[in-house]
């Protein structure tokens, strides 16, 4: 089969796309043809090698990717045959890889089969970017009186956080970086739809929102415009912020809190796995929203040979939605 290898720690040009050897699933794991295979933020910082990052880095040589979906062609010892040829979508694990590849190996308890009806990129979205998406708006507690702003508002947990914010009758703001970006967030529905770029964005969501204050930011760009958006927020308004894409996260200090009557939540590691249900349960609600039509992900695809472009386009920001690597 054709994978995508690493050798050395650096640039997304240490990922190599190469002929290997097909894997073979263990007991109680399945053999998947994959049909499409997320890439995260989280992807690059492990191909940088930082150790900043939630994952710790990975031993190398490595193949790259932790969502996968496809079609089950192989089983090992211990698993039921019905599985042979099923649709299905699997969350690999944080610190797993083996995604971008042709064939992929998962254990069969992680597997979800995909919803008739449902494609593949779509499926791959939600497994991570979704059940993801979905831990943050149980923190969030939206309700139809709320006034949203929702920052990377044309990312893939940006984008379904939009959607589902309008859905709770809520009126949302979304700012993005540049007007492709903006444009994406127009056509989501939002109220206001502003670029995160420009110097005086805050006086656009002011000036679009008239006299209703935010009462909500997420956000997980964090830094100058985290704090911005926070500074938007009225009084007994809430944030909850779950990562820091600019490199450093939303400051604040406790003060601020008690002076404006904030709620602050930060929907990351044990926050995210220890709602009820845990990760499982989130995915399981991510594809079942998906099937039933009221979260619909953005996906821009890159060919799998195209690995290092696709990560290339979210580390410059330049990618739209959910990025996903096709064969």
Not at 55 to 78: H, I
Not at 87 to 102: P, T
Not at 180 to 203: F, I, Q
């Amino acid at each position: 089969m054709y994978a995508i290898r690493q050798y050395e720690f650096g640039a997304p040009e240490q990922l190599v796309y190469e002929l290997v050897p097909d894997p073979a699933p263990g007991p109680r794991q399945a053999l998947i043809e994959v049909r499409a295979a997320g890439v995260h933020l989280v992807d690059t910082v492990l191909r940088a090698g930082d150790t900043r990052g939630p994952v710790s880095p990975p031993r190398l040589p490595m193949t790259p990717g932790r969502e996968v979906a496809g079609v089950v062609t192989g089983l090992g010892d211990e698993v039921d045959e019905r599985w042979l040829g099923r649709r299905v979508v699997v969350h690999l694990g944080a610190g797993a890889g083996g995604g971008y590849a042709e064939l992929a190996v998962a254990d069969t308890a992680a597997l979800h089969e995909i919803p008739e009806g449902t494609g593949y990129e779509a499926a791959v979205a939600m497994v991570g970017t979704g059940r993801m998406a979905l831990g943050v708006l149980h923190h969030a507690r939206l309700v139809a009186a709320d006034v949203v702003l929702v920052n990377a508002a044309a990312g893939g947990i940006g984008n379904l956080l939009v959607q589902a914010a309008i859905r709770a009758g809520a009126t949302v703001a979304g700012a993005a970086g540049g007007e492709r970006k903006v444009e994406c967030v127009r056509r989501s529905g939002a109220v206001a739809a502003v670029d995160y770029t420009a110097a005086d964005w805050p006086d656009a969501v002011r000036a679009a929102l008239g006299d209703r204050s935010v009462t909500v930011v997420f956000d997980g760009v964090g830094g100058a415009v985290g704090r911005a958006a926070f500074d938007l927020l009225g009084a007994s308004g809430r944030v909850v912020s779950f990562g820091w894409s600019a490199g450093e996260p939303l400051r604040f200090t406790s003060a601020e809190l008690f002076e404006r009557q904030l709620t602050a939540v930060v929907a990351l590691g044990a926050s995210i796995t220890g709602i009820p249900g845990g990760l499982r349960g989130l995915e399981e609600r991510a594809l079942a929203e998906l099937a039933a039509g009221r979260l619909l992900p953005a996906v821009q695809t890159f060919s799998l040979r195209d690995a290092a472009a696709a990560q290339t386009a979210l580390e410059r920001r330049t990618a739209t939605g959910k990025v996903v690597l096709v064969p």
